[in-house]
């Protein structure tokens, strides 16, 4: 920390679950100013509590979910820097059976799951004040991600940084609105406050320094100044990494991607994952582009009667579909992908069965009695 800081960061965050100090058998020895040797009476835990309490931009994370207080922040800290220079690390996991919340994998003695399915898709920003009271050691009620975002964004001058009327965090010009209990493809997100999906980035969203080019002074201080550094681990023997739909990743980089994602939102305009107008958890925007895609499809099967052409016309409207949804996410709009194609393809194929079956329907013709 202490070379990291002769490159002046804004923001440093500590990524590491580790609030015991680690003594070893020998003290460390200094020399004094008479030439003697003196053992020294402050452990290096003693001198990272100083570094805490010396720079304010620096961030050390607890475990929200967890009642274990080695998942805590350091007790000796006082109170108030508990609140301001600590951001709990639980990230949310979605799964195909539910959607809960669950600690990071390094609070399970299996690690990370491995499993498909379970994946960190959104983004934990901060617990509500009426968040139910829970019998944990962690007291913060920010994010780190959201805690090192606030800092660099204030150094930068954005103003304001506040809670708007419907309580949503605003960075700026930029509201951030909490998912709500239907979102998208979302349908009983329940129990988490304040928290927006993740639009990761394509690529990794930092630069990388090994602990051993910091500690032998082996990279540039231009690199790290007036940005934000964060430290953790990225070793498979940490067992802290997550499924991400771009893989595996350490609990390290996603909270990078976190970071990322609210620093550009408000300075660069990148944009955050929306859907189509809603209100509350009636999804009528969604609802209405699904109707549209059924029936162009139930239009196409009502005009064209050749089969040949008639699957090259659904094929290619289920192309464009594709298409059309890939263009909105890459620009943060979600489309439901798979219900309007599967309400165009059952529109289509019924508009042609049924006029199939009634071109082969019998005519009854008049008979006369003679």
């Known amino acids: 920390i202490e070379k990291i800081n002769q490159a002046q960061p804004l923001a440093i965050g500590l990524d590491v679950h580790r609030p015991k100090p680690v003594v070893g058998p020998a003290q ?22 100083q570094q805490v309490e010396e720079n304010p931009n620096l961030f050390l994370v607890c475990a929200y979910g967890s009642q274990d207080e080695n998942y805590q922040a350091p007790p000796e800290l006082p109170q108030a820097l508990q609140n301001t220079q600590v951001g709990f690390s639980d990230l949310p996991i979605d799964a195909f059976r539910m959607y809960e919340g669950r600690v990071r994998s ?49 150094h930068q001058g954005v103003s304001p940084i ?17 998912l709500p209990r239907r979102f998208g493809g979302y349908q009983n997100l329940q129990g988490l406050n304040d928290q927006i999906l993740l639009n990761y ?18 990279f ?32 390290l980089w996603v909270h990078a991607h976190m970071v990322s994602q609210l620093m550009s939102a408000v300075i660069d305009g990148r ?8 209100w509350k958890d009636w999804q009528w925007g969604d609802m209405l582009w699904i109707l549209a895609w059924s029936v162009t499809m139930a239009y196409i099967s009502w005009r064209v009667r050749r089969r040949s052409l008639w699957l090259v016309l659904v094929g290619s409207g289920a192309s464009a579909l594709y298409i059309i949804c890939l263009v909105a996410i890459a620009d943060g709009l979600w489309l439901p992908l798979i219900p309007a194609l599967l309400s165009g393809l059952v529109s289509a194929s019924w508009v042609r069965l049924s006029l199939s079956t009634e071109r082969k329907l019998p005519v009854a013709e008049d008979s006369v009695a003679e």
């Open 28 to 49: 460390p020895v200094v020399v004094s100013s008479d030439g003697g040797e003196s053992a020294s009476q402050s452990t290096g835990y003693e001198r990272f509590l």
């Open 106 to 154: 390094d609070l399970s003695p299996q690690g990370s799951t491995g499993l498909a399915g379970n994946n960190v898709r959104r983004h934990l920003l901060s617990y509500h004040y009426e968040w139910p009271s829970v019998n944990s050691t962690c007291t913060t009620p920010y994010s780190l991600s959201f805690q090192l975002a606030f800092e660099y964004l204030t």
């Open 162 to 178: 506040d809670v708007t009327e419907d309580e949503y965090w605003q960075f700026g010009s930029v509201v951030f609105p909490s």
């Open 201 to 218: 980035r394509t690529e990794q969203p930092a630069l990388k320094l090994t602990i051993e080019q910091i500690l032998t002074d082996n």
């Open 220 to 251: 540039e201080l231009e690199m790290l100044r007036d940005r934000v550094v964060m430290i953790g681990y990225t070793a498979p023997v940490s067992k802290d990494y997550f499924e991400t739909p771009y893989g595996p990743m350490p609990g």
């Open 271 to 278: 944009p955050l994952i929306h859907t189509l107008p809603q």
